[in-house]
């Protein structure tokens, strides 16, 4: 089956510092989205981005489809940013299954 | 903002109860999902459908079933719970069509002693 990777598994950052969460994905997906889940299990949808560039505030995503990787951005990082970040995948090839990656843990400190 | 409730967020029961987690969405949307994650682990599909009658399993084997007899509410039913059952169970919904997103409920958190 499909294969996402995140990186880093693990991060702390200093509030008001910058970021970025990569995903890599083992084969074509028509479908890719960025989570936010929060310490109390709630999973906030972020992104959809199959492909391109989109941009939410201090929030920015770029997905390159044909590289089969997709790029998170945080800027000027908030003490409620911290919990998990989750990318999530469909594979093209016609199966509706959604593949999550482990997640990028996220700890935002004052 | 997508409209998916889950009920209830909190349980906290004994083992061999029979148990029902309730999902239900405003959105008319076909496809329905319920997700498993264990604490800090990812998210695995263990039941989605396509719509009204349709039900399939997901990748991860679970002892729970679920039923679509209207296209709002999916619920999740474990007949005799047990320990290792103690989990987080995430709903989810989207639009027919295979690049749509999906949203999700703020899940059940589900303790059996």
């Known amino acids: 089956g499909i294969q996402v990777e995140q990186s880093p598994p693990d991060l702390i950052l200093q509030e008001g510092a910058n970021s970025t969460l990569r995903c890599n994905f083992s084969?074509?997906?028509?479908?890719l989205q960025w989570f936010h889940q929060n310490p109390w299990g709630q999973l906030i949808n972020l992104f959809y981005i199959p492909s391109g560039t989109k941009q939410n505030g201090r929030l920015s995503a770029t997905t390159v489809a044909t590289e089969r990787y997709s790029l998170l951005y945080i800027s000027s990082s908030q003490t409620t940013d911290s919990g998990v970040y989750f990318c999530?995948?469909?594979?093209?090839?016609?199966?509706?299954?959604?593949?999550f990656g482990i997640g990028t843990k996220l700890q935002v400190i004052p | 903002e997508a409209d998916i409730y889950q009920t209830p967020r909190y349980l906290v029961i004994g083992t061999g109860k029979k148990i029902t987690l309730e999902c239900s969405q405003t959105m008319g949307h076909d496809k329905m999902y319920w997700y498993q994650q264990d604490p800090g682990m990812e998210l695995h599909l263990i039941h989605y459908s396509y719509g009204v009658n349709s039900t399939e399993k997901g990748d991860l084997s679970s002892e729970s079933t679920v039923s679509r007899i209207r296209t709002e509410h999916f619920p999740l039913t474990l007949e005799s719970a047990r320990p290792s059952h103690t989990s987080q169970y995430l709903c989810?919904?989207?639009?027919?069509?295979?690049?749509?997103?999906?949203?999700f409920g703020d899940g059940t958190r589900l303790s059996i002693l």
């Open positions: 989810a919904s989207s639009e027919g069509g295979s690049n749509q997103p999906q949203h």
């Open positions: 999530a995948v469909r594979y093209s090839g016609g199966y509706q299954k959604v593949t």
């Open positions: 084969d074509s997906v028509n479908n």
